[in-house]
């Protein structure tokens, strides 16, 4: 429990980005796009980089995996900079906390981080 409002701290001590707008988003819209997918895996090695991104792996390799990340099965990259970002990484901290399995859909790009896929939305059961 003590990890977990560590973390919950530190996530809500990063700078807010700037211009967010919040928008309503149904679970079937998040899923147009989504093309690598884990189900029910473990989060392990977060990684908290200087330019905001938060880079993870699962222990489960995904489906479907991008070229870009052809060399990263297992590991996904969130944006902490943006509201939607901070969100994920709190969910994140929550499971790998917790030790809750998740399950991670994956956008088929790698936008926040070169060689890795970006995160389209995580599930928690």
């Known amino acids: 429990m003590r990890r977990l409002m560590m973390a919950l701290v530190v996530l809500f001590a990063l700078p807010a980005a700037s211009q967010e707008k919040e928008v309503a988003v149904s679970?079937?819209?998040m899923a147009v796009g989504v093309m690598s997918t884990v189900t029910e895996t473990e989060v392990r090695h977060l990684h908290f980089m200087s330019s905001g991104?938060?880079?993870?792996?699962?222990?489960?390799?995904?489906?479907?995996?991008?070229?870009?990340?052809?060399?990263?099965?297992?590991?996904?990259?969130?944006?902490?900079?943006?509201?939607?970002?901070?969100?994920q990484l709190a969910g994140l901290?929550?499971?790998?906390?917790?030790?809750?399995?998740m399950s991670v859909f994956g956008t088929n790009t790698c936008t926040i981080w070169a060689d890795t896929e970006s995160v389209s939305y995580l599930l928690m059961r």
């Open 93 to 101: 901290l929550a499971a790998h906390a917790t030790g809750k399995k």
């Open 53 to 87: 991104a938060v880079l993870f792996h699962t222990t489960t390799a995904r489906t479907d995996v991008p070229a870009c990340a052809a060399g990263q099965t297992t590991r996904w990259a969130i944006d902490a900079n943006t509201a939607a970002g901070k969100a």
């Open 27 to 29: 679970d079937a819209s």
